[in-house]
């Protein structure tokens, strides 16, 4: 780093000190830290469209956008606007309004396998009630997971694959008891058997299969449509719910997400992320009698305090409506495939060992390979070390990744063909230069 950069990151240098002794580790999300990329996390003061500033004063490319919901880029002009006059409203009721109606009657228009829907504040959230809903249905207590999906940090989705039988699992953070855990069955992507075996040992306890039908926590993990339609072939066979965890994909690879593009119709799924176009706001919803079992009309409770923040519901209802209008689906689409196109056959002309895979405007930098990665343990052994050296070479150039190997890229409306045109040129020679 040249003395000029280091000079220049004086104050989120000491910022992150400061921060370090008040909460753990000096953030409240850990990949936020750096420890994938080492370095100092970059202190952010204002972000508009396509870039962040930093406190020290330095412009970025911003290819993180939150980690997803900032699907037409920072502070819109148009969500913008319903968020002002949502200020000037109303901040939270606690009560009944009708702006989480308007945003219900919106998606349920749209999204026939949402009959219902109940507005919660994270992806996390969300997740944890849909399964409640799933076992109080079924009268069965266990989940069927996968390893290398991510659903939020509720006690029974933080579990890895264990050692002993057909999908026993393990707790994977300390304080989740291992009773918890074990009421959660873990399978392997991309394996059909692995999935039979489990339902073959445990086929009447099961009450829902949760997956991500876009894995884009743990890098790109894109499945076979085949392996998709055999879990949900088993699920269905065996009496357990089907539950689609969009809260990375939906509203982001298309406006009904993977359940559209699959013409998949879950019992359950559950939003986050884009649904509140950069506000807490995530939902969990589907069939209509499952949703029926939520108090007050059911037995099974789920509140909360901010839930359907009105300020939140009126950026969703924004952001939503833009991506409708503009069609902004198809132009990301398109806008990102030419970035990704152009740069994996740059890599592969120069001999450059990166590669790109990408789904819409999901794009993950990752280590070459010669087969597509669908499981965790085919992502190449160097590519944590590999990607926190292409990380800080685009920061230096003012390109910002997800501060992670295992973590996806996204873009967004503001991400124009000037900008993209501007970031190729940063990560070919990010990338050119750590492997020279
Ligand atoms: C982000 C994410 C979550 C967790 O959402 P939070 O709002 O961070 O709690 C759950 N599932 C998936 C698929 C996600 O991408």
Redesign the pocket.
């Known amino acids: 780093m040249s003395e000029q950069v280091a000079a220049k990151q004086n104050l989120s240098c000491e910022l992150f000190q400061r921060a370090t002794r008040l909460t753990p580790g000096g953030v409240h999300?850990p990949v936020r830290a750096f420890k994938g990329v080492g370095g100092t996390p970059i202190f952010f003061k204002s972000a508009q469209g396509a870039t962040m500033t930093s406190v020290d004063g330095k412009e970025y490319i911003d290819f993180c956008q939150s980690?997803?919901p900032l699907i037409l880029g920072h502070r819109d002009p148009d969500v913008s606007a319903a968020v002002r006059e949502a200020v000037d409203t109303a901040w939270s009721f606690g009560a009944c309004e009708p702006y989480s109606l308007e945003l219900a009657e919106w998606i349920t228009s749209r999204l026939p396998w949402v009959e219902m829907l109940r507005f919660v504040?994270?992806?996390?959230?969300?997740?944890m009630s849909a399964l409640r809903v799933a076992r109080a249905a079924t009268s069965r207590n266990r989940i069927l997971k996968f390893e290398g999906?991510?659903?939020?940090?509720s006690d029974p989705l933080l579990v890895k694959a264990g050692s002993g039988l057909a999908g026993e699992a393990a707790s994977s953070s300390a304080g989740v008891s291992d009773q918890v855990a074990s009421d959660t069955l873990v399978a392997s992507l991309d394996d059909e058997d692995s999935v039979r075996d489990i339902f073959n040992e445990h086929a009447d306890e099961i009450a829902a299969v949760i997956l991500?039908p876009l894995?884009?926590?743990y890098g790109l993990l894109v499945q076979r449509r085949e392996f998709i339609d055999e879990v949900i072939r088993l699920a269905r066979a065996n009496g357990a719910l089907v539950i689609f965890?969009?809260?990375?994909?939906g509203f982001r690879v298309a406006l009904g997400g993977m359940a559209q593009v699959l013409g998949i119709r879950p019992d359950l799924v559950?939003y986050?992320?884009v649904i509140g176009g950069g506000f807490?706001v995530?939902a969990y919803g589907g069939r209509k009698d499952l949703m029926e079992l939520v108090a007050p009309v059911g037995p099974v409770y789920q509140a909360g305090t901010l839930s359907a923040n009105p300020v939140g519901m009126r950026a969703g209802l924004a952001t939503l409506q833009k991506a409708e209008s503009v069609n902004v689906y198809d132009q990301l689409e398109k806008r990102t495939s030419q970035f990704c196109d152009r740069l994996n056959s740059e890599f592969k002309t120069n001999g450059l060992p990166f590669q790109i895979t990408q789904t819409a405007s999901i794009f993950w930098l990752h280590s070459a390979t010669d087969q597509p990665i669908r499981r965790i343990e085919q992502i190449p052994a160097q590519n944590a070390t590999a990607f926190a050296k292409v990380f800080h070479a685009a920061l230096d150039g003012g390109a910002y990744l997800s501060p992670s190997g295992y973590e996806v890229n996204f873009v967004s409306l503001a991400h124009t063909e000037e900008v993209l045109e501007r970031a190729h040129t940063t990560l070919i020679n990010a990338v050119e230069q750590i492997s020279r």
């Open positions: 999300s980690f997803g504040s994270s992806g996390t959230e969300a997740v999906c991510y659903h939020g940090h991500e894995p884009a926590n965890d969009e809260v990375i994909s559950t986050g992320k807490p995530a």
